[in-house]
Nanobody
């Protein structure tokens, strides 16, 4: 079973940047993509971004509200995926979860077969 470990969360001010990292214990063929969900306080988990983890070309998908502000990237040598978050807003406050999926699209929770433990991101106004 692949394990995902997130790091990089914290408390920042609106307009600041933050980079999340997700280290996977292995890269398996059951994972076509890795990405990020988030769960704001009192709300359901929602898709943020995902990226292909195989091949030489990066294919990425983003949720509309983060397009142009967030960038997902990968380092296959380290089995690590990153989420660079710029121009953060208070509504980005959430627990961010790293995920693995056999699909690359605007993911839903049913597409996910491995979840990280989550890392808290808090954006103050």
């Amino acid at each position: 079973q692949v394990q995902l470990v997130e790091s990089g969360g914290g408390l920042v001010q609106a307009g600041d940047s933050l980079r999340l990292s997700c280290a996977a214990s292995a890269r398996t063929f059951s994972n076509v993509a890795m990405g990020w969900f988030r769960q704001p306080p009192g709300k359901e988990r929602e898709f943020v971004a995902a990226i292909s983890i195989w091949g030489s070309t990066d294919y990425a998908v983003y949720e509309d509200s983060v397009k142009g502000r967030f960038t997902v990237s990968r380092d296959n040598a380290k089995n690590t995926v990153y989420l660079q978050m710029n121009s953060l807003k208070p509504e980005d406050t959430a627990v961010y979860y790293c995920v693995g999926s056999a699909k690359l699209r605007s993911l839903v929770p049913g597409d996910i077969h491995v979840w990280g433990q989550g890392t808290q991101v808090t954006v103050s106004s």
